[in-house]
């Protein structure tokens, strides 16, 4: 299984763009990199997914070097709702075996 | 659409007893998966499953067992329970695990279990 390594934690101001990183230096060329957002008492939630460079959707962006071996996951503009744990999961759906890491709680500050 | 359901949301047993959890899903997923949660530690895999009739182990399965009868269930055993095992117990499924799919894993709502 491909570790991970996040920051245990993070603090950002309301308005402002979140960029989470995490390293992974043992990935395969079959992984991909997806990440997930947990709220306190609830199961995590599927946020973005991509394999390399930039991959964008309404909800953030995931940067991913040329190398592979660290993402980042930016946030625009985080609201107090944004408060939460970001895991960062690097593996090959073909096997099934995804590993999550401890995650990056990050909290929103008014 | 429910997605993935737990039953129960929350028990307490005592050391020694069993129980099983229950996880189903509506969205006709191929993968179903068990994940346990402690605090500090993030989301382990114990079990897990890539169709109906077969199961596999994870990264914890010792003291669990587990069953895929039917595609829509994923059952999680648990045959003579330790405190170890207090945790909160997550199932989650996805669609297929190709690589041209996004493997989205769709969670449920996890289950606090206490051993006492």
């Known amino acids: 299984l491909a570790k991970t390594t996040q920051p245990i934690s993070m603090d950002s101001y309301e308005g402002q763009e979140v960029n989470i990183t995490c390293s992974h230096n043992n990935i395969a060329t079959n992984d991909y990199i997806t990440w997930y957002q947990q709220f306190p008492s609830q199961g995590p939630r599927f946020i973005i997914q991509g394999y390399k460079t930039k991959v964008t959707n309404e909800v953030a962006s995931l940067f991913i070097p040329a190398d592979r071996k660290s993402s980042t996951l930016s946030l625009p503009r985080v609201s107090l709702s944004d408060t939460a744990v970001y895991y960062c999961?690097?593996?090959?759906?073909?096997?099934?075996?995804?590993?999550f890491g401890k995650g990056n709680q990050v909290v929103v500050i008014p | 659409n429910a997605g993935v359901t737990q039953t129960p949301k929350f028990r307490v047993l005592k050391t020694g007893q069993s129980m099983t959890l229950l996880c189903a899903q509506d969205?006709?997923?191929?993968?179903m998966y068990w994940y346990r949660q402690d605090p500090g530690m993030g989301l382990r895999l114990i079990h897990y499953?890539?169709?109906?009739?077969?199961?596999a182990k994870g990264e914890v399965p010792d003291g669990y067992n587990v069953s895929r009868l039917k595609k829509q269930n994923f059952l999680l055993g648990l045959e003579s329970a330790a405190p170890s095992q207090t945790s909160v117990y997550f199932c989650?499924?996805?669609?297929?695990?190709?690589?041209?799919?996004?493997?989205?894993?769709?969670f449920g709502e996890g289950s606090r279990l206490t051993v006492l």
């Open positions: 989650a499924s996805s669609p297929t695990g190709a690589r041209t799919n996004t493997g989205e894993l769709f």
């Open positions: 969205m006709n997923h191929e993968y």
């Open positions: 499953s890539v169709g109906e009739g077969t199961t």
């Open positions: 999961l690097v593996g090959c759906y073909g096997n099934n075996r995804l590993a």
